[in-house]
């Protein structure tokens, strides 16, 4: 089985400050996790995704995640929010073990005061 | 990438009929899904659509009320049927290139149910 918790249901943060969205997972086999966001009215956008390479995972729009093992946590951070930055965002697992079923967080949205 | 057209973008609806969703695939892929976002919510799987099987669907998706076509590896259709207004939600197609192992999704479709 496998689950994702997104510990955030709302982020607000300024103009060019940290971004940080919370994610916890569990799943019984190796996972592959990643990040989706969807503004409004669009479809969903790949941000990034860990497939157990590198730990710290870059993805486009100067957005990074890091996966830690040990805390089940893929959290999404970004140096400094632009105003296009401002959807909703979703953590999402995938197991390696034959099952290509997402699984997905109840997303964060997030939004950036000007 | 994969670039994924579905028709249609929205639809109003009267309850108890019937909406075709189609979904078109600029490659072949082998591997198509359907996804339901009722309104303020996450993504739940439907169904995953192989081409040259039947349709998998999830746990509280039956085929009389979802029935999926898959006729070639660039496309299917997702039927909503007998629609009641609790069927007003997003419906989002994707596909996985196995390059890649990543799913792609279409900008979806909005139906609302009168």
């Known amino acids: 089985a496998q689950s994702v918790t997104q510990l955030d249901s709302h982020v607000s943060v300024s103009e060019g400050t940290p971004v940080l969205l919370r994610c916890n997972y569990s799943s019984s086999y190796s996972p592959s996790l990643f990040w989706y966001v969807q503004h409004p009215n669009k479809g969903l956008q790949l941000l990034l995704k860990?497939?157990?390479?590198?730990?710290l995972v870059k993805g486009i729009n100067g957005f990074e995640a890091e996966f830690k093992k040990s805390e089940t946590s893929f959290h999404l951070t970004k140096p400094s929010a632009h105003m296009s930055d401002a959807a909703e965002y979703f953590c999402v697992v995938s197991t390696n073990f034959g099952n290509e079923k997402l699984t997905f967080g109840t997303g964060t949205r997030l939004t950036i005061i000007p | 990438s994969a670039v994924i057209s579905q028709k249609p973008s929205r639809d109003i609806c009267q309850r108890g009929t019937s909406l075709t969703i189609q979904c078109q695939v600029d490659s072949q892929v082998t591997m198509m899904f359907w996804y339901r976002q009722q309104p303020g919510q996450s993504l739940t799987l439907i169904a995953t659509a192989n081409q040259g099987s039947e349709a998998t669907y999830e746990s509280g998706f039956v085929i009389d009320k979802f029935p999926i076509s898959r006729p070639n590896l660039t496309f299917s259709t997702l039927t909503v049927s007998n629609m009641s207004p609790e069927d007003s939600s997003i419906y989002l197609c994707?596909?996985?290139?196995?390059?890649?192992?990543?799913?792609?999704f279409g900008a979806g479709t909005r139906l609302s149910v009168l």
């Open positions: 860990y497939t157990s390479a590198a730990t």
């Open positions: 994707s596909v996985k290139t196995t390059a890649k192992n990543i799913q792609y």
